[in-house]
Nanobody, 112 residues
Framework: QVQLVESGGGLVQPGGSLRLSCAAS?????MGWYRQAPGKQREMVAS???????NYADSVKGRFTITLDNAKNTVYLQMNSLKPEDTAVYFC?????????WGQGTQVTVSS
């Protein structure tokens, strides 16, 4: 089975930074990060194709950067200038032509 293993979540103060990592057991057509806060729907944060084309939610543009290491099948999300509104469980997603896969989720809490 395809597995996505996430790491890097934690507690950080407003204005701080975190870096999330997600390692896939195989190559993906694209990978991305989604998040879900309590009482809210899951939303796409950032995605990137194996070719390098990326996309961001408007709420994180200029603050978050997604990168993909094709050799390691690992996607990263560098999160800077974090706000309390960024608090959520962050899920890694990987897609092939016909299927999509999810990581277990990692908690990110932004609080003073």
């Amino acid at each position: 089975q395809v597995q996505l293993v996430e790491s890097g979540g934690g507690l950080v103060q407003p204005g701080g930074s975190l870096r999330l990592s997600c390692a896939a057991s195989g190559s993906m057509f694209s990978m991305g990060w989604y998040r879900q806060a309590p009482g809210k729907q899951r939303e796409m944060v950032a995605s990137i194709r194996a070719s390098g084309t990326d996309n961001y939610a408007d709420s994180v543009k200029g603050r978050f950067t997604i990168t993909l290491d094709n050799a390691k099948n690992t996607v990263y999300l560098q999160m800077n200038s974090l706000k309390p509104e960024d608090t959520a469980v962050y899920f890694c997603n990987g897609r092939t032509l016909w299927s999509n896969y999810w990581g277990q989720g990692t908690q990110v809490t932004v609080s003073s």
